[in-house]
């Protein structure tokens, strides 16, 4: 699975991070970014879970 966060669409809310802290972190901008393109097998439950709590819809996953 891939992980990228549309920065115009991210609020900066830091929900995914809390969900996920190995794959996210909010940035010097205030908004939300993937610390890894590729999520490993064992975190892909995660990265779902991320995904669904996003207030805003701001990531995007794919297989």
């Not at 975190?43 to 701001?58: H, L, N």
């Amino acid at each position: 699975m891939k992980i990228k966060v549309n920065s115009e669409a991210c609020i900066g809310c830091g929900a995914c991070e809390q969900i996920a802290k190995d794959l996210f972190e909010i940035g010097d901008e205030g908004v939300s970014k993937a610390k890894v393109s590729e999520v490993p097998e064992d975190k892909k439950a995660m990265a779902q879970e991320a995904i669904d709590g996003c207030p805003t819809g701001a990531i995007q996953g794919e297989e």
